[in-house]
């Protein structure tokens, strides 16, 4: 009797110890999940304050490319009306092959070509010295080009690269001077034509001075006769 109440006391003992450990166990891991819990609470919060800055940020990124495309098909719209109305010659040509894209109406008007020149690789622009290519970057470079009928005019011709939808295109803008030119070669004409009618009035007045006496004299002469 003694035995078996020794052994259900030990039994119970152990159940007890056994159940102690279980408890400190489950307490254990009640305190490591509640910890994973808060460690999780504190990822989603930063998470989430993450996904809102993302959102600002894309937001603002958004903005900014809706502007940025505004100014940009604004610029392409200023670009495109400048290029129509300009007066001076203004052509866009394909690198490297130098094709010619488009050409505004000042370009049409001037040499005579129209629309038949686009695709076309035909240089109507000759530098008269050999220091430069079609291709290169110039500055009020004076040119010549042979109009549609024949005719040889005189240009001053600028260049720049530019980007037309990812591929670089050479610009071509030049001014006609053809006329101020002749202009010029007319001014200068009459200039050297105003010079001789001087030259000729002064000489007629050197010649004039001796005549006066002379004539003069000759009046002396009859009177005194």
Known sequence: ML????????????????????????????????????????????????????????????????DAHEKLMNSQEHFKKMFILSPSLMAIRRLPDLAYIDVNESWKQHTGYGDEVIGNVMDLMQNDSNTTKTGDIVRNEKIRYETKSGEIRTALLSTEYIDIEGETCLLQVAVDITESLRFESEMARLAQLNL??????????????????????LQLFQEND
């Open 3 to 66: 035995r078996m109440k020794v052994d259900g006391f030990v039994n119970m003992h152990l159940n007890h110890q056994k159940l102690k450990a279980q408890s400190e166990l489950l307490h254990k891991r009640t305190l490591a999940l509640e910890e994973t819990n808060r460690k999780l609470a504190e990822a989603e919060a930063k998470l989430i304050e993450h996904n809102v800055l993302l959102e600002n940020w894309v937001e603002e990124r958004t903005t900014e490319l809706v």
């Open 196 to 217: 001789v009618g001087e030259m000729a009035a002064g000489i007629a007045h050197e010649i004039r001075n001796p005549m006066t006496t002379i004539r003069g004299f």
